[in-house]
C-alpha cells in the first residue's frame, strides 16, 4: 500500500521568510506523481505543484518549488517569501500508481504565517 | 464560478436520520471523486465515478453510504442512519481523463457533517 507522511503537525513562519514542508512517500513503483494542496480554514483544496517521478527537474509553480529527492523518497515543498494568506493546512499526496484515480494523502502540516 | 460545488455547506442531523449531499463537478470533468476527511487527516478516497459509471468504492464506505452519478453530470451522495463517527468533512473533486500524468483532481469546498 502506498504511504505519505508528514511529520511536522505544525509550522510557524515569518513574513517574507522560506519555509520548508517535509513530506515522505513509500511505493515500491518507479512511475508515480506526487502532488501537494493547500487546505485554507474555508475547507476547499487548492492544488499548488505537481512532481512526475520521472521529471528530472524539481517543480515550480510562483513562490512554490518542490524539492525532490526520489532516492529518499522526499518531496519537500518550499514556500518563498511567506505571505499572511499562506496561513493554512498543507497536504501532500501521491497518485495511487497502479490506479491514477486513487490519491493518498498525507496528515497535513499546519502552516502559521506571523506578522 | 466554474469550479466544483458542493452542497450544502454544513449539515447538523440527529442520530439515524439520513442525508444527502450534491456535488456539481467542472462541466467538461468526466471523473468525480468523493472524500471523507476526518479532524487532523488528509482526505480518505471513498468512490469515483466515469461519467455515470461507479468504477470503485473503498472499504469504508459501508453499506449505509450510496453515491450516484445518473447522467454523468452531478453526483450524490446518500448516508443512510446516520451515526456520530459518520462526522467528518465529505469532500468532491473532479478530472478530466486526458491520459497525462499531471492529471490533477479539483476539490470542492466540502460539506461539512455534524451527527449529534
Known amino acids: 500500500a502506498q504511504k505519505i507522511t508528514q511529520t511536522q503537525p505544525g509550522m510557524f513562519v515569518q513574513e517574507k521568510e522560506a519555509v520548508t514542508l517535509d513530506c515522505t512517500y513509500d511505493?515500491?513503483?518507479?512511475?508515480?506523481?506526487l502532488f501537494w494542496y493547500k487546505q485554507p480554514s474555508s475547507g476547499e483544496m487548492i492544488f499548488l505543484i505537481y512532481q512526475g517521478s520521472y521529471d528530472e527537474q524539481n517543480a515550480t509553480e510562483g513562490r512554490y518549488s518542490l524539492n525532490f529527492q526520489k532516492a529518499r523518497k522526499s518531496a519537500n515543498l518550499v514556500i518563498s517569501a511567506s505571505q499572511l494568506g499562506d496561513s493554512a493546512m498543507y497536504f501532500c499526496a501521491m497518485r495511487d500508481p497502479g490506479n491514477f484515480n486513487k490519491f493518498y494523502f498525507g496528515s497535513g502540516t499546519k502552516l502559521n504565517v506571523k506578522p | 464560478d466554474t469550479g466544483v460545488s458542493q452542497n450544502p455547506r454544513h449539515k447538523i442531523t440527529k442520530r439515524g436520520q439520513n442525508v444527502t449531499f450534491r456535488c456539481d463537478p467542472i462541466s467538461e470533468h468526466n471523473r468525480l471523486y468523493w472524500y471523507r476527511q476526518t479532524l487532523g487527516q488528509g482526505p480518505e478516497f471513498l468512490t469515483y465515478f466515469q461519467n455515470e459509471a461507479q468504477l470503485e468504492k473503498s472499504r469504508l464506505l459501508s453499506d449505509r453510504f450510496s453515491a450516484e452519478r445518473p447522467k454523468g453530470s452531478f453526483s450524490t451522495l446518500e448516508i443512510q442512519r446516520t451515526e456520530q463517527g459518520d462526522s467528518a468533512m465529505y469532500l468532491c473533486a473532479s478530472s478530466i481523463l486526458s491520459g497525462a500524468s499531471t492529471d490533477t483532481q479539483y476539490f470542492g469546498p466540502g460539506t461539512r457533517l455534524t451527527v449529534l
Open positions: 511505493t515500491s513503483d518507479q512511475s508515480y506523481g
